[in-house]
């Protein structure tokens, strides 16, 4: 299988770079008419899958959603998987995991081992402790050609002050983790004997189509994906993803999650919003 960064950009040239989201919380589901079940939550997920036959890039999946009902919940979760992977739509979960080495590594092993019953393209993960602890994670990741997103400045307005603080050095918290993922995806670029630079590696970071210093931060990522959470429900528009990533084009990826019930909750509602915002997700390219 090709590595993760090879895959995500061959989609992204046949459908586009938008990431659609499923976050099927009960008011999301009570949009769709569907109960407030894992089976429910299930039954959303084909929903957005049958609704987008046109073709989608990433498929992002929000494990709380799915965590919220218990096991019951975490099967729901495995079977959608299944169902988008299985339909070539390329899946990045959101579990937003982290911690000290060896517990990283048991995540890692959730996600990407071959025999976890939840084998994903890519996970979302927090470096609040410390981007080295997740090197586990990564390693594993890199061996099954999956693929990494690092929070590094968030959508949400509370992140804001702990991730632009500054380091004894100058560096803001956000700028470090810059420097770090670049150095992994440069290693991983030599690691498999290519240029870094026009395709970008496997460590992603994620940057909020609502922050104001986004630039700076896909500037200092240049071989990164760029998962950009934010439009929609949380008031960036897709035109403020290019306005503020200008020097990401083609490898930022706009997310909705919330937004993709905007127009109703029908298939036919789902396949009409998803069509359109696919077509502005094409601007990013
Ligand atoms: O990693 C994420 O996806 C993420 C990072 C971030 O900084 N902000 C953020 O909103 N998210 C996730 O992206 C989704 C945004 O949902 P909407 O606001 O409904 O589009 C949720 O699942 C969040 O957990």
């Known amino acids: 299988m090709p590595a993760f960064s090879v895959r995500l950009q061959q989609k992204i040239l046949e459908h586009s770079p938008l990431c659609v989201g499923i976050d099927p919380s009960a008011a999301l589901l009570k949009g769709a008419g569907l109960p407030d079940s894992p089976q429910g939550a299930f039954e959303f997920g084909r929903r957005v899958l049958e609704a987008v036959d046109f073709g989608i890039s990433l498929l992002k999946p929000q494990s709380a959603f799915f965590e919220r009902f218990g096991s019951a919940g975490l099967r729901a979760l495995e079977e959608l998987v299944r169902l988008a992977r299985g339909q070539g739509v390329l899946v990045l979960l959101d579990g937003k995991r982290g911690d000290i080495d060896s517990t990283a ?24 402790m410390g981007l080295g602890a997740l090197d586990s994670f990564l390693d594993i990741a890199f061996k099954a050609e999956g693929g990494v997103f690092v929070v590094v400045r968030s959508s949400n307005p509370e992140g804001e002050a702990l991730q632009t603080a500054r380091l004894a050095g100058g560096e803001s918290v956000a700028q470090a983790l810059c420097r770090e993922i670049t150095s992994r995806n440069r290693q991983w670029s030599e690691s498999i004997g290519a240029d870094a630079g026009p395709l970008p590696g496997p460590v992603g970071a994620v940057v909020g189509a ?7 931060m896909t500037v200092a990522m240049p071989h990164s994906f760029i998962l950009a959470p934010g439009v929609g429900a949380q008031g960036a528009t897709m035109h403020d993803v290019l306005r503020r990533m200008p020097n990401a084009r083609g490898r930022v990826l706009p997310n909705i999650s919330r937004a993709v019930l905007a127009n109703g909750g029908s298939k036919a509602e789902i396949a009409a919003t998803l069509r359109e915002l696919q077509a502005q997700a094409r601007d990013l390219m």
């Not at 590594?105 to 609040?128: C, H, I, K, M, N």
């Open 105 to 128: 590594a048991a995540y890692a092993e959730g996600y990407f081992s071959a025999g976890t019953t939840l084998r994903v393209d890519a996970v979302t993960t927090q470096p609040y």
């Open 210 to 216: 609502t922050c104001a210093d986004a630039d700076a």
